[in-house]
Structures are given as structure tokens and as C-alpha cells.
């Protein structure tokens, strides 16, 4: 049995005072206790919100990270410095990181071996534009990106990968891939990973993306290959994040 996981990403949102308010708000609202539970905040608000999150069972996540552990690399953030702050998830590859700050599937594929190296898991995140969906080469695009991301990583450390398939179309658009359009693009994903690392395939634990709200949670996780969800705008929202969370 694969434990959910429903991640909120908070993006470049949030001041540590208002942040610190939102891991508060979340805090005062029953949760179900199934489903593994992340936030993964901006840099600024790691230490301040690990404090927070003390004595709950939401777990800590990143946005990125750099694949050296200490350098010249004028801006950038260690595996060490995550691991110093309590960080044991960190976003990789994410669309945004690719769009606008040109992430390549070569420094994706490091920054994997890199975390898993220092324990922090990652949530390694795949998906295609609206335009490769309408000449019908998504899988194409997806199983290259996650070739690439996965080369030469250690079979035995996949399990701890979590895989985020957010169809770049969809995220923050409102426009959310049919329940059964992302079950059939996860169950692909999860027969690549089979092909190239094995029976890990039905352990590692893979996501949807996009436009994730309390109305669509249910449809998307009642699906057989969906094991929770990466949320964005909805995760600014304690009693929205928190519906996500009992879905
Ligand atoms: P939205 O939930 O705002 O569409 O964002 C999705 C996303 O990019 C999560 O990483």
C-alpha cells in the first residue's frame, strides 16, 4: 500500500509573519491523519515554520536546491543547508523552475542523486505544455523527462522519489486534467519507471498537479494510480489545504 501524499507549494508566497499565520490556521482544523502531509515553503520561512510545524505530523519541504553541497554559487542553497533546517522533501524540476529559470533535465537528473545522497526526498515534477498535448506527444515528453531525471540514480533509493506529473497547461489555469487523463498519463509513468528501475514502480508514490481544489480531490484520488496531489494556489488556504488533506 503506497501512503498519500498531499504537498502544498507555496511558490514565492508568504512572509515568515504570514506564513507563520497560515501553519497556525492549518493547525486549528481537524486532520484525517491518512495522508502524508508537506509544506513546502520558501527558504526564508524553512526555520520559522519548522518550529511551527514541531510536534504535528506535517513534514517540511523545499523548492529547490543546488547539487553541491558548498561553492562559489553566488545564490544558491545546499543539501546541507535543507538538511541543517529539518527539510526532508525538496521540489525538483518544477515547470516553473524550467520556464523561467531554465532548469534542464541535466541538472534535474543531479539535483535527484544530490538530495537522495543527503536523505531529503524528492519531488521530482514531469509534464508537458499545452501545445506538445495537442500534437498528441505528451507520454513522449514525459518519459524522456523522467529518462533523463533518473539516469544512473541508485535503484535501491527510488522508492524515496515521489514523481509529480503536473501538466503545465493546467497549473494555476483553473484547468484541471480529467480524473481519468491524469490516472492514464500516472499509470504510464509508473510502467517507465518499471521499464528502467523494476518492481519499485509499485511503491514509488506519484502525484497529480494542477488546479487541485477541495471539488476535484476526490475524483482525482479515487483513481487507481493517483497518490496524491501537488497543490498549489489552494495550499494558500488553510481550510481549502486542510479539505485537500481529508479528502
Ligand atoms: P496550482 O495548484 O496553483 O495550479 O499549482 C500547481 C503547481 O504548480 C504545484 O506545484
Redesign the pocket.
Known sequence: MRTPIIAG?WKMNNTINEGLKLIEEIKGFPRNGEAETVICVPFTLLSEAKKAIENTDIKLGAQDMYWEEKGAFTGEISPLMLKELGVEYC?IG???RRQYFGETDENVNKKIKAALSHSIRPIV?VGETLEERESHIEKEIVERQLLLAFEGVDKKKVENIVI?Y?PIW????GKTASADDANDMISFIRQTIGNKCGDVKDKIRIQY????KPENIKELMGKSDIDGA?????SLDAEDFVDLINY
Do not use: K
Open positions: 507549494n521540489i518544477h515547470s516553473e515534477c509529480a503536473e493546467a497549473i494555476g489555469t498537479g494542477g488546479s487541485v501537488l497543490v498549489g494556489g489552494a
